[in-house]
Structures are given as C-alpha cells and as structure tokens.
C-alpha cells in the first residue's frame, strides 16, 4: 500500500511537501478551486522543485476551468521539473463549479473531454472542438523544449459513481475513488472500470487506483468525537453535508439517512445567507475549518459515517483487508494545521508496521 495527501493548495505551506516526503510518503495530491485556494500549479511547481522523490499532482484539476490543451501543457511543464513523478488527477468539478453558482461537467461532456484530454497526453493527434469549431490538435516541441511529455504521465479520472468509474477505465491510467463508509468496495470500483475499458478494447494492466478518504487515527481509549478529532476533522465531515446540500436542492431528492437527524438545523444555518450569495458560503470553509454553529452538529456517529476511525492497530487491520481487496493507494485529505501532527503519527504509528 501506498499513502499520501490529499493537499488544500497553500503557497505559503509548501514545507509540507518535504515534511510528508520525509516521513516516508509516496504521493501528494493538490487540491484545485480556484475561489478558494492557492492556484494549483504554482504551488505543484514550487513542491518539486523542493522534492526528489515524491510524486506530485493535481487532485483533482478541473475540467471545466481548463480547456484540454492548457492542462497537458501545465502537466508537461511540470514534467520537465520533475521527470517522472508527476501525474495528473482530473474531475468534474464540485467546489471549483459550485463555488461560483455552477454544476459540475456533466458526464457527456466529461467523456469528451477526456478523450481529448488523454490522447494529448499520449502524443496524438486528436480533434477538438473549441466554440463549435472541431480541427486537429496535437502538442508542440514537447521533444525538445518547453515541456516533457515523457516520461508519460499518467491520467487518474475521479469517480465516485458508475459512469464515472467507467470512463477512468475507458481514458484513464487510474481510478480516484471513495471506500466505504461513504463509497464502495474496491472491487465493485474496479469492476465499473473493467467495464469501461472493456467498452474501448483496453486491458487493465497497469491501471492504477487510490482512494480520497478521511482518516481519524484515534489515541487508545480516545473517542471518536473528541475535541482533537473534531478540531482536525471536523471540516472533512461537513464537506461531506455540504456536498449533499447541492445535491438536494439541484435535485429535490431526499437527504441521505446518515444526515436526516441533522439537515434542518444546518439548512438553517446556510440559510441565515440570502439566496443569491449563498454558494459563496456552502462550500467556503471546504476541509479547512467550520462555520460558527457546525461543530455542535458533528458527533461520533457522523464521524464513523464520513471517515475512516480506529486506533492504530485497528487501522493497521482495516489497511491490510483493504490491500487484500487491491487497494492499490490511500490519500488522506486534511486542510489545516493538524494535517502536520497526522501525517507524523500516521507515519511512525501505521505505515511502520504495514
């Protein structure tokens, strides 16, 4: 097993980049939304040329923000950096889209985009459409100047539902998923994928998978609602209501079970915001602090729905069953300052024995 950090894109913690590569981890995943945090590439830019090992990469980049061409040329860049350790990590959009009053790309729209999108990435020629004008597109001069596209950089395609999970079979080098409690077992993820890259003649040899998840490494007899694991997090667990909060009022579909004893006071809470702003809000404090009023609403089975909870050793076990499953990479998404005491416990509690 693999593990690494899911990273809220901060130029002014770039340390941390080294810190997680000295302690042993493999990868780091930055976040990209662009109403709230540091741009993306910068800061991937600036942790490689500080690391020598770790492999470094959106996580996600966006595609409704980028047009195809822009981001291979922002990754090929950055594989002039760093050869070889760079990847690309790419979804739909949920805070970069929301945060401005939109939807994330449909999955039509995805599926086109990365066609395009890996076929740039594997030196191709491809037609692209740009304002309704469809011409051949290929990257230039990458084999001499500029940027690199070898070694080749390998596409990851978030999924947290089927036809997502189909396309990173179909287009993609990997597969960025959730596990339960709030996503699926790893071996109906790989299936979807199966059935995606069975759909345009690929084998899945080689492909990759990780998992964003949201993990609490409890001390021995510590609860899983203490005042330390609210404080760390706490922001991780209510990104998880902010999310279905969209979902619910784009949709008129009901709130999901885990939620119900808490939905009507936190609608009241967002809804002290009028209704023009209020995308502003939701989504504003996204895996880096709460609202005034958020924490009270966070108790121990709300944490136990949203993350991935235990002691050490209870980690340890749960780890290896998943490995077993063919997990393949754990990346943990932490957004404040306690991220630094959780990768050094995590690193010297966990990873040492797995």
Known sequence: ??????????????????????????????????????????????????????????????CGTRIPPVQVAAMATLNRIAPGRVFLGIGTGNTAMRTMGQKPMKMAAFGAYLRVLSGLLDSQVVDYAFEGRSRPVKMLRHETRFMNLLPRIPLYVSGFGPRAMALAGEYGDGLVFAIPPRGVPVEVALGHARQGAARSGRDMTGFRNATLTNVALLQPGEAADSDRVKQSIGPNVMASVYYFYDVVHETGVEPPEFLRRIWKPYCALVEQTPAEHRHFRTHEFHYTDLHPGEAELIDEQLIRDTCLVGTADELVERIRSLERDGLQEMVFAVGNTTKWRLAEEFSRLVMARL
């Open 1 to 62: 097993m693999k593990f690494g950090f899911c990273i809220m894109s901060d130029i002014d913690e770039i340390g941390f980049f080294s810190f997680i590569e000295n302690l042993g981890y493999d990868s780091a995943w930055v976040a990209d939304s662009q109403m709230m945090y540091s741009d993306v590439y910068a800061v991937c830019a600036l942790a490689a040329q500080q690391t020598k090992r770790l492999r470094i990469g959106p996580g996600t980049a966006i």
